[in-house]
């Protein structure tokens, strides 16, 4: 694949899609193509036009991170889009061996296709989270599963946060310390994966700052990914649980996200147990809805 040629077709494309209008240029001047000229795309991203001109018939690789952002937003591209910028321009793509950076600022909000599946999942809790242990969104269940851990006020929910710094995950734990040491090698992979993410720093350092047993654990530099297994919980409301999880990463462009779900084996006490805890979570289903968003931060 000639990629000076893809780039050229691919930013041509893009901008050839949008409305003057709708991206708040309203010249009044007959167009004899679709879509928006290469200087106004230039103009809305902040860069001369003779550079953006060169961008796009591909003379240009290894753009800065700031310039292909700002491209990305004028062009409106989606992440899937943006990720395909990145990796033309060779800036964070996997050529060289960089992740694409993240989308800054903003409340994660999981798309409504997403969200829908996670509710049509009405018989196990159905969670999704990142690398760096946040709980991002949730079916019903889930959020009666973890309602003790979605009390707190700190956002975004975080398990590893929970674990080391709420005395009542020792209670929803019964297995503490294989949880603890589950958790920190999770993290541990989460480093190794995205060693830039300045947010999974900050949480690492407060961590090791406020707990004993976390600094303890993150200097045996333990890394495993936890993809399936089982694991134990005493809930508040319905007591002791068995239950098996399998996690589903979600979306290549979205690296790092991943499903996880919860299921009991049929016929057992767990499964029962979770039976009664959908009744209630159905009960208090107002209450449960109205806790505080999973995310308020950057994925």
Do not use: C
């Amino acid at each position: 694949m000639d990629q000076r040629q893809e780039l050229r077709d691919f930013l041509v494309s893009r901008r050839g899609r949008l409305d003057p209008a709708g991206a708040g240029v309203t010249d009044g001047t007959a167009r004899r193509v679709p879509g928006l000229r290469r200087g106004e795309v230039a103009a809305i991203a902040g860069v001369s036009v003779e550079y953006y001109s060169r961008l796009e018939r591909g003379a240009i690789v290894s753009a800065s991170t700031s310039v292909v952002e700002s491209v990305a937003r004028a062009l409106q591209l989606s992440d899937a889009e943006r990720a395909y910028l990145y990796r033309m321009v060779d800036s964070g793509s996997a050529a060289s061996g960089k992740p694409v950076p993240r989308r800054p600022g903003g409340r994660w909000v999981p798309r409504a296709g997403l969200q829908w599946v996670l509710d049509s999942i009405t018989e196990a809790p159905a969670l999704v989270g990142n690398g760096r242990l946040d709980l991002m969104a949730g079916n019903r269940l889930g959020r009666a599963f973890y309602a003790d851990m979605l009390r707190t006020t700190i956002r975004p929910a975080n398990f590893a946060r929970y674990q080391f710094l709420e005395p009542s995950s020792r209670d929803f734990y019964p297995e503490w310390d294989v949880m603890a040491d589950m958790t920190v090698s999770s993290l541990r992979a989460e480093a190794g994966r995205d060693s830039s993410n300045k947010q999974l720093h900050d949480l690492v350092g407060e961590l090791s700052t406020r707990s004993e047993e976390f600094r303890t654990r993150w200097a045996r530099h333990d890394v495993h990914k936890h993809t399936a297994g089982v694991k134990r919980f005493n809930h508040h409301i319905v007591g002791e649980l068995e239950l098996r999880y399998e996690l589903m990463e979600l979306a290549a462009e979205d690296p790092g996200v991943a499903m996880t779900v919860y299921s009991s084996e049929p016929g057992s006490a767990s499964a029962e147990r979770m039976q009664l805890l959908a009744s209630w979570a159905a009960s208090e289903d107002a209450e449960l809805s109205g806790q505080a968003p999973f995310m308020e931060t950057a994925r």
